[in-house]
């Protein structure tokens, strides 16, 4: 062979190689993804609807648990930031003898988080045995059963089932399960009350992976983001009534996004992120029900954060597999709304999310970045809301994270890696400060589910396994 043969070789390895690498840099994550696979999943399109009883099992196991004083009412927490307001003083490192764990509980595969209200806890389980939707009650201190509630559905294995968080008050529990059927119980007792299947009274389509949508309740009425038929749907927990319904002219569909409440420009809204735009939905006032202000310039086929409003009227939205980020600023004048893009980008240009909601905390933001967002990939980082592309800060390239949750706690965020280690770190907006990193679930494996916390006590969870952690200083 000559050496300009040789050479001729080796050019065109090297043009192989570089025309590979730029491929691989630039290909789109999402160009074949396909949330439209009619019947492939049992999500309800395409399948006709299961006649289910909902709420029609109840068993009582114990009646005996310590009574507590705070509460993890929703997804987020109380206000919707998951930031919690507790004074009480957790432990910033564990210690030579490692982490105070409590209990552990076998779960349904999924990702479902926890609320609690004083001393009980609340997980929609999956029971693949029974073929049920199952909400549990648990003693927060002892993890002791107390009830459990639920109704007859078939469910294939697709990344898990169960993926949501009940709402809790005083009065009620609302949960709604993986293929939309929303369930309202007596919080204390499990009493059924009353049930709503939102495929065959609204014709929605169950999202890509089922339900990931968290109900709220808001002085006792439901919120559930339909889609179908109509877009929102107001329900009075005590009666079962439907108070308002919302229209949905553009046919938006349900996204794995929660609603959030915002009050901005003297109206009390909901926000939420469909598929198919960005929305605000009048809380009250004779226009309940009644769409304040949309836009569908923020459209993505899978949308799992919930939107980010701040003070000022900007809304942060964020998505996974390569919808980035954007910026929407509402405004109002005379009662009139409008929401109008600040800028979008992609995931690697600033702050995105594929999972977990961002949190605004001392007036910035802080997520962790999903892995097509470049050189910061998996990374925690800080970003100022004036331009979430200016990255004040990252946690490194040594000190990288998964789609499992972060919240923050007695000036302390607690973060949990896929794998199931809980990492502690001090909130800063000036740099990344570690305090403590701890394996807590051997053999973690997609540990998903958001956090959960009242009176010192921690509630995580892998995808098949809950526990309590007991973070009280003098615990």
């Not at 630039?26 to 696979?37: E, G």
């Not at 987020?76 to 910033?92: H, Q, T």
Request: with cysteine; proline share 5%; glycine share 10%.
């Amino acid at each position: 062979m000559t050496k300009r043969t040789i050479n001729i070789i080796l050019i065109s390895i090297g043009t192989i190689g570089f025309i590979s690498i730029f491929w691989w840099l630039n290909a789109d994550p999402t160009k074949d993804f396909t949330v439209n696979l009619e019947g492939a999943d049992n999500r309800g399109k395409g399948v006709p609807p299961q006649d289910v009883t909902i709420g029609e099992h109840f068993e009582q196991l114990a009646s005996d648990y310590e009574v507590l004083e705070e509460t993890w009412t929703n997804f987020r927490g109380a206000d919707y930031d998951n930031i919690s307001k507790s004074p009480v003083k957790l432990v910033e490192s564990f210690g030579a003898e490692g982490p105070k764990i409590l209990w552990s509980k076998t779960l349904g595969e999924g990702h479902s988080g926890a609320a609690i209200y004083k001393g009980l806890a609340y997980v929609l389980d999956y029971d693949e045995e029974e073929r049920a939707d199952i909400l549990r009650c648990f003693s927060v201190v002892t993890g002791e059963e107390q009830w459990r509630r639920g109704y007859d559905v078939a469910i294939k294995r697709n990344h898990g089932m169960s993926r949501t968080i009940p709402a809790v008050t005083e009065d009620y529990i609302v949960t709604i399960g993986p293929k939309c059927h929303v369930m309202c119980l007596d919080r204390e007792t499990g009493d059924f009350r009353w049930g709503l299947d939102v495929v065959k009274e609204y014709q929605n389509e169950i999202p890509f992976w089922y339900t990931g949508q968290c109900p709220i309740i808001d002085n006792g009425v439901a919120i559930i983001a339909t889609g179908g038929s109509k877009m929102m749907v107001a329900i009075d927990c005590e009666t079962g009534e439907k108070l308002w319904e919302t229209p949905n002219p553009e046919g938006w569909k349900m996204s794995h996004s929660s609603v959030v409440p915002f009050t901005f420009g003297g109206r009390k809204m909901y926000v939420y992120s469909a598929i198919g735009g960005l929305l605000g939905v009048a809380a009250d006032g004779p226009d309940a029900g009644q769409i304040l202000w949309e836009t569908s310039k923020w459209n993505h086929s899978v949308v799992a954060p919930s939107p980010v409003c701040m003070p000022d009227g900007k809304i942060f939205m964020t998505a996974g597999y390569g919808a980035g980020s954007m910026m929407v600023q509402l405004t109002e004048s005379n009662g009139a709304f409008s929401a109008e893009p600040l800028y979008e980008y992609a995931p690697k240009d600033g702050l995105a999310c594929e999972q977990q909601t961002p949190i605004l905390w001392n007036g910035y933001l802080f997520g962790i970045v999903p892995k097509d967002g470049g050189a910061n990939r998996n990374q925690l980082i800080c970003v100022s809301p004036n331009d979430t592309r200016n990255v004040v800060w990252t946690s490194g390239k040594e000190t990288r994270f998964g789609l499992g949750p972060y919240f923050i706690a007695d000036n302390k965020m607690f973060i949990l890696s896929d794998d199931g280690t809980l990492t502690i770190a001090r909130p800063s907006t000036e740099k990344y400060i570690q305090l403590e990193q701890v394996k807590v679930i051997e053999d973690g494996h997609d540990a998903w589910a958001p956090f959960a916390l009242a009176d010192g006590y921690l509630l995580l969870r892998d995808a098949k396994t809950m526990i309590c952690i007991d973070l009280n200083v003098n615990g």
